[in-house]
């Protein structure tokens, strides 16, 4: 038997970047051989195995063929006579089909040695069909290397526009469509991924809600200004809803069609129902607008957050030409800390009673609020 590194680690390693996952692939071996040698399978199905020192994955060579739609569609044929370059083709993209055998010697049978020099995400073979996530994933590394300048092969566009018109797209089940999203917002261009789906015609059909993140300049800025920053991806997700008018109710929808986990979606409602009152409050700055804006965001009870909400009204002003001075946004932040010292235990202890005590918190936290407002 033989084995190769392949994909994203021989790929990462010609950029010069780092290197995340080593994955391998083994030519003329079979499940039973790899488990005599102490290979832990993955899965049933799955010609899969993880090495019994490294924990790395070992793949053996497969090709595929396509027998319905969607993951569970996939049948796997694999055959210690599946050749190197037969694996190799049914990959998605010619820069993750570079294979380095243990000499540390270059198997390149598809250019993609080329294509990392010409900077092109190009697929390498009909097959990439077989799989619409690579749309997904296309439209990932599109926005992961953009920055280095990489773009999408003119022919790889059309290949998947016609995956997109011939329905392939509308396979796509919402938690891999988040799965990918997810990852794309923490790339160094995200607004890339939604440009990307938006030209091949996928992002009307997999995420409906975010057509304007491809086409709305202001969101396109505020996601390319959100990763310089290194924001949270949170953060990033709740700009593609902070320059439309959006209605609770399609966040919710949204949320409950990808499953969102509970920081996005809840950040994502802050930023759609606060940031004009966030915004308003940090203009005139009076304590009475400050403790509403506090209550409204339950900002005493969940401060990150709303830190995060800080965030998206910061960047909201940076490009709508509407600027906050960071001292203000800092302001605001510290303040909060400063209330958030009081607790309502000082007020029980005080013998306040029922409603009282969160009437005397209120009153407490205001005099904070002003004191600090004027000590400034
Ligand atoms: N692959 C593929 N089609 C997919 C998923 C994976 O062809 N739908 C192949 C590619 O050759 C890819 C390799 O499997 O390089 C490993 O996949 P994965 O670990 O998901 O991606 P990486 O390319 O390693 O990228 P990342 O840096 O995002 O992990």
Redesign the pocket.
Known sequence: MKVYL????V??KLLGIPV??N?WVVIGSTPDEMINKGFQPVGQDFPVFLHPKTKEEYALARTERKSGHGYAGFTFHTSPDVTLEEDLI????TI??IAENETGQLVDPYNGQQDLANKQLRHVSPAFQE?P??IL?VA?FAARFHTLGFSVATETNQLMKAMVAGGEAAWLVPERVWQETA?ALTESSPSVFFTTLAQCDALSVVLPELESSADNKLIQQALELSAENQLDPEIRLALCFAFDDITTQSVKDFANRLKLPSLFSELINLTVAHTKLAKSTMDSLSGEALIGLYEKTDAFRRPDRFLQLLKVVGIHGQVTKQPLPKTTIDRVASILEHCRKMSAREFVEQGYKGKEIGEQLRIARTQQINVSLSDD
Do not use: P, Q, S
């Open positions: 392949v994909g994203g680690a790929r990462d995340k996952d994955d049914r990959r998605d993209l993750n089909a799989d996530l690579r994933r990932r990852r």
